[in-house]
């Protein structure tokens, strides 16, 4: 073990130098930009992948990052001078500070906690268990088993955690009776879970890539909101809808290859056992009730989309009755909205409103439960909250160091545009297969690649910015 970690300490190293030596050896070449754009500005971005890579802390990786670029912010016009040092760290210190007093970046922050806690009291009151047992009647073969699985991942698109941790749970017992590999079961549920939550129009992820994606167009002059940045990258998510396709695919083929047919083999050999005891079938799980669920969702979403129709001209851009129901109709009204943010936090606190609502009305939840299902909820928002004001205080970090106007120097003469995202999807699935968080991945891959893609693009809002933020989404998701 501790072999090995030297192995990986070193090699990041050598990695981590060599770039940047690739880098200086490069900044001779560059325009009379670089005296503002120094080579050492790719520090901090490439710093938090490797420590990140190291230590798996992505949030740790970035306040070290942070610290190194405000000490780069000052040290190199006075180097080794005390007050030089001190303004650095001041610096860093202002990175988060000033990320915090940003009122768009309150607001993003706003919207999490009721939505953690909208989540939180559906599961709870047992309303996707009730849809679970809805849905279990009717599986009766294996192959109806592995379907049964893969919709319960559709359905729960708010949240990918819950969604792996109920769906895997409630399904195992039937797919444990027709022979199913406890493998089969992971990548099922895993490869449906994070996918559909990343491309659900509201979830517990969109507010952070549209938050994000907000930041990136505001710091680029986009005249473009986040959210139809989202929308306008949903046709070059790749990775997640081909994924989804091979699920649905493979169950209807029933071919099986690989370490899969191993332990498919051996599942028929050797059935699993079964003995987890589902909650639903204990006493102190409350009543299952199918409402409980699809009112708070149902509700989020109407809501939802109800605020950017009408907050994007929607009326206004009717043409017949039929044109409501076409892509190109709400492309246009969705990019004509401006408050996207706000609709998506009253949105989350309308759910929450029903959801409480439901649980008590139906009395699966008493008020002592929901409260702690909220305080529950709003625990399990610190670390997303946390990773956010994180990947706003390293953008800042590059802002000031003028990172993206470096890299867009060095790659904007020899690299084709549109062959900028594929390496910016192998960047980062190669960065959350390292660092093992999606978040984390984004918080460090968006602010350097997008405004490296809209150079490309000729600083316009172009196809190669585009694919770009559908290409860091997805490598996000591929770790």
Known sequence: MKRRTLVKTTASAAIFAGICALAALSAPHQTADTQAAPWYSIIPPLMTIVLAFLTRNVLLSIAIAITMGGLLTTLPSDPGSAGA??????????????????????K????????????????????????????????KTKRSAQAATALMGLVYFIDDYSNAIIVGSSMRPATDRFKISREKLAF??????APITSLAAISTWIVY?????????????????????????????????????????????????????????EAERNPPLDTYVPAASTNSQPEARIFNAIVPLGGLILFHFTGLWIDGGGPAKITSFSSIFQWQYWRQVIGGTENSILILIYASVFSLALAVLCAGLSRSLRISAIIKCIISGTKKCLLPCLIFI??????????????????????????????????????????????????????????????????????????????TLGAVLDGAIFG
């Open 390 to 467: 994180a990947a706003w205080s390293l953008k800042n970090c590059c802002g000031s160091l003028n990172t993206d106007r470096f890299l867009t120097n060095l790659l904007s003469g020899s690299l084709p545009p549109l062959v900028f995202p594929a390496i910016v999807y192998l960047v980062a699935s190669a960065t959350s297969f390292a660092t093992g968080t999606s978040w984390g991945t984004m918080a460090i891959i968006i602010p350097t690649a997008v405004p490296i893609a809209f150079a490309l693009d000729g600083q316009t809002y172009g196809l190669t910015t585009v694919i």
């Open 108 to 139: 993003v922050l706003a919207f999490v906690p009721p939505i953690f806690a909208m989540v939180e009291i559906v599961v709870v009151s047992g309303g996707f268990t009730a849809i679970l047992q809805k849905l279990l009647p009717l599986v």
């Open 188 to 193: 099922l549920v895993d490869a449906t879970s």
């Open 209 to 265: 890539e549209v938050g994000l994606f907000a930041d990136a167009a505001q710091t680029l002059g986009i005249e473009r909101d986040g959210y139809a940045m989202f929308f306008d990258s949903l046709a070059f998510r790749f990775y997640s809808i081909l994924m989804l396709g091979f699920v649905f695919g493979h169950i209807l083929f029933g071919c099986d290859f690989g370490p899969m047919k191993k332990a498919q083999d």
């Open 85 to 106: 040092l001190l303004a650095g760290l001041r610096a860093a210190l202002f990175y988060p500070i000033d990320t915090l007093a940003d009122v768009e970046n309150l």
